[in-house]
């Protein structure tokens, strides 16, 4: 049974920082890039970024430079660390398998920045 559990979002102000992180369960952790997802009050879920089994990353625009994903294959955890939060960045965040997200989602995590 697959499990993705989200935490760390919370509320900042504008150029503030958080980490989130995820605990996966079900499946082959290490075998399997990972990403974080974003879906914003009233817009899609989109693609915020990738860490791929062996470690290589890859981000959307809108955040490249500012956040961080990384991995722990010994625990079986994705992280991502965000700085310099724009409003813009206001969304509940998740992670998933990526590409291909699994069908499963978990609850995710809030993330709310404030001008």
């Known amino acids: 049974q697959v499990q993705l559990v989200e935490s760390g979002g919370g509320s900042v102000q504008s150029g503030g920082s958080l980490t989130l992180s995820c605990a996966v369960s079900g499946i082959i952790f290490s075998r399997n890039a990972m990403g974080w997802y974003r879906q914003a009050p009233g817009k899609q879920r989109e693609w915020v970024a990738t860490?791929?089994?062996?470690?290589?990353?890859n981000y959307a625009d809108s955040v490249k430079g500012r956040f961080t994903i990384s991995r722990d294959n010994a625990k079986n955890t994705v992280s991502l660390q965000m700085t310099s939060l724009k409003p813009g960045d206001t969304a509940v965040y998740y992670c998933?398998?990526?590409?291909?997200?699994?069908?499963?989602w978990g609850q995710g995590t809030q993330v709310t920045v404030s001008s």
């Open positions: 998933n398998r990526s590409p291909s997200p699994l069908g499963y």
């Open positions: 860490i791929t089994s062996g470690g290589f990353t």
